[in-house]
């Protein structure tokens, strides 16, 4: 049970690239969750995910898109890359259901913009 | 005024001392009340859940909530120096997931001194 996964784990874009952030999770959770974590700002939602073929937008979603084609799977897309997207990218999931509902965090995926 | 406010220390303690680490929040829609640890370059994990107002304790760590005044603290007792990581509160409106996902505070950096 490797629990929230994500790939890569380490990448370095140019400005303008563009590249996909792979998040997987084995918990048959229904929801899933992408946070940036910055320096002085801490976690901040980005864009969620309520069950297979949803999305819905966070606190900070711009030049961010998002895909949940499969219910284990959550991608996040950069088209073009920019410096200020240079962060620690974490996944998360969760059940959606329950008072004591709580999200499981991957080990995050470090990158850095030029 | 940001919605939840947290001191990013860092703060250095003695080993064995008992550490207290609070978050104040301004919403008072907030009604469940989370602990995540973050060790240097890994995804948080939580430490402790609670939604009502009191005491919550599990092993060394103690929970308390005051929803009167807006304030939750975490308490650890004989602080070890692998209790050595960021901490973070993370509170929401609702039971499981949905819309707004968790709101974090910054974290505080907490150093155990051998």
């Known amino acids: 049970n490797a629990g929230v996964t994500q790939t890569p784990k380490f990448r370095v874009l140019k400005t303008g690239q563009s590249m996909t952030l792979l998040c997987a999770q084995d918990?048959?959770?229904?929801?899933m969750y992408w946070y940036r974590q910055d320096p002085g700002m801490g976690l901040r939602l980005i864009h969620y995910?309520?069950?297979?073929?949803?999305?819905a937008k966070g606190e900070v979603p711009d030049g961010y898109n998002v895909s949940r084609l499969k219910k284990q799977n959550f991608l996040l897309g950069l088209e073009s890359a920019a410096p200020s997207q240079t962060s620690v990218y974490f996944c998360?999931?969760?059940?959606?259901?329950?008072?004591?509902?709580?999200?499981?965090f991957g080990p995050g995926t470090r990158l850095t913009v030029l | 005024q940001k919605e939840v406010e947290q001191d990013p220390g860092p703060l250095s303690v003695p080993e064995g001392a008992i550490v207290s680490l609070n978050c104040t929040y301004s919403?008072?829609?907030?009604?469940?009340f989370m602990w995540y640890r973050q060790y240097s370059r890994k995804g948080p994990e939580l430490l402790m859940y609670?939604?009502?107002?009191g005491n919550k304790e599990d092993g060394r760590f103690t929970a308390q909530v005051d929803k009167s005044s807006k304030y939750i603290s975490l308490f650890i007792r004989d602080s070890q120096p692998s209790d050595s990581a960021t901490y973070l509160c993370?509170?929401?409106?609702?039971?499981?997931?949905?819309?707004?996902?968790?709101?974090f505070g910054k974290g505080t950096h907490l150093i155990i001194q051998p």
């Open positions: 998360a999931s969760s059940t959606g259901q329950g008072s004591t509902d709580t999200q499981y």
């Open positions: 918990m048959n959770h229904e929801y």
């Open positions: 995910s309520v069950g297979e073929g949803t999305t």
């Open positions: 919403n008072s829609a907030f009604q469940y």
């Open positions: 609670t939604y009502s107002s």
């Open positions: 993370a509170m929401k409106k609702y039971s499981g997931g949905g819309a707004d996902g968790l709101t």
